[in-house]
């Protein structure tokens, strides 16, 4: 298993990564989710930067505000950070899957 965060995460999501290599036992199949889960967690930073920079809303060419599509970004990725952390697991003792079952 790698103790090297892909190069491609924000330091501090690295740092996170690391630790979390570092305390829990972690199959390959844990560390994708994690690996994953840090990389949500960078684009949800990313585009709450860019909405900070350029503001929430903009005027579009006909004069409406329209959210700015990196509201949608961050959304999406707060979501799946939080998903990917349940499928995680990380708390210790497995929680029961409380979701309904899949239609067919």
Request: proline share 8%; charged share 35%.
């Amino acid at each position: 298993m790698a103790s090297r965060a892909p190069a491609h995460l924000a330091k501090p999501t690295a740092a996170w990564w690391r630790s979390v290599v570092a305390e829990y036992r972690l199959e390959d199949h844990h560390v994708r989710l994690l690996t994953l889960a840090c990389e949500a967690w960078d684009r949800a930073q990313e585009a709450r930067t860019t909405l900070e920079a350029e503001g929430s809303y903009f005027i579009d060419r006909f004069k409406q505000p329209k959210a700015h599509p990196a509201i949608a970004v961050e959304r999406e990725s707060r979501v799946s950070f939080a998903r990917l952390l349940r499928e995680l697991d990380l708390e210790g003792d497995p929680q029961p899957d409380i979701r309904p079952p899949r239609r067919r």
